[in-house]
């Protein structure tokens, strides 16, 4: 699909809440996207690589660490705009906007609010010029939903760490250079460490047939005694709500990107129902295709304003946990529910590679599993509203 019509759709006029800067990165990063991700992203999602070349331009565009203050590298923009970058990534392709979310949200957060100063300085910088690329290890083979129960772990050996254990499922495990580890000390509790590529028994073997996130490179983390620099554990913060914080912003990001997807399906089908001519009308005019597009811009426009809600509640600093949640899973079901009608509408053009439609769709399986899935999210609300865990 290198012809990228893409025409964004603000039926609320949402646009008016935003500031000059929000629409100016919103702008740069949709250009961006138009020229760099459209032409070629099929290419790489049907032969399951990521375009690695884009690294560089991600970085440039400012797609690392938005919300970091530029004393370390970053951006210094505010939640609102970090959205709006994530929604214009997500539209070009989830994998990379979850290249995108894992460097910001995952790497450089934690090591933002948690790091030491000599931590901050060292990597940092490195990571927003995309000069590092990070990954992050929370999820193991058997711990999933529930990752308190990790079995990574390590031992004080006096001037080093010995790090033992396996992560799964990892978004740039394969490519990065440096990965945020949650692993458990000797007394079980979980802290971060800063694991970096080279250091002996650390492996990132790839996960090969993804049917999803196929642009995105997946794989897992495996520690064979490995030797960590005490210097490298996060001193900030210990304990399972450490690594919950940075999902807390990958999900916030998430919840932005879905709208991103669903915009691009809706745009996709609404100008492909207005040209594709049966029984002499444009389907455009039939009321079941009317009922498809009329629901989907509904469900756009409630999710645009959802995000832009709970961007100021961000900004201000007043988010909950369980409102990013719910955010989370209102928008990604609904940019899924989204793509499901429009490739309908497209017919059989719909499960083709011309279309956006089916490879976002596809996509999003992956996005609705991982940062907590639809299931959990909806338990945090659950547990939220009736202060009562359903979780065991
Ligand atoms: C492409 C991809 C990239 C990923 N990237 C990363 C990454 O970079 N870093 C990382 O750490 N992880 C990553 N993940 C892992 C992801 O976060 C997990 O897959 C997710 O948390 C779910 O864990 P699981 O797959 O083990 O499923 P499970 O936890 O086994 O869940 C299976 C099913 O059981 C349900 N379930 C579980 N517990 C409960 C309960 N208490 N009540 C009701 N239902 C329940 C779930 O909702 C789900 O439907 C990634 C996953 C994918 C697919």
Redesign the pocket.
Known sequence: MSNDLFQSHDYYLVDELLSEEHILVRNTTREWVKREVTPIIEEYAQRAEFPAHLRKGLAEIGAYGPFIPQEYGGAGLDYISYGLMMQEIERGDSGIR?TCS?QSS?VMFPIYKYGSEEQKRKYLPRLASGELLG?????EPN?????GGMVTHFKDMGDHYLLNGS???????PICDIAIVWAKNEEGRIHGLIVERGMEGFSTPETKN?W??RA?S?GELVFDNVRVPKENLLPGRSGLGAPLSCLDSARYGIAWGAIGVALDCYDTALRYAKQRIQFDKPIAAFQLQQKKLAEMITEITKAQLLAWRLGTLRNEDRATTAQISMAKRNNVEMALRVAREARQILGGMGITGDYPIMRHMMNLE?VI????????HL?ITGADITGIP???
């Open positions: 979850s894992v995952l990954a992050f290890g929370l999820t711990y999933g939903s529930n990752p992560k799964m499922w990892i978004s740039n495990a993804k999803s996130l995105s997946t992956s599993t991982y940062e907590g899935t639809h299931d959990i338990l359903a979780f065991k």
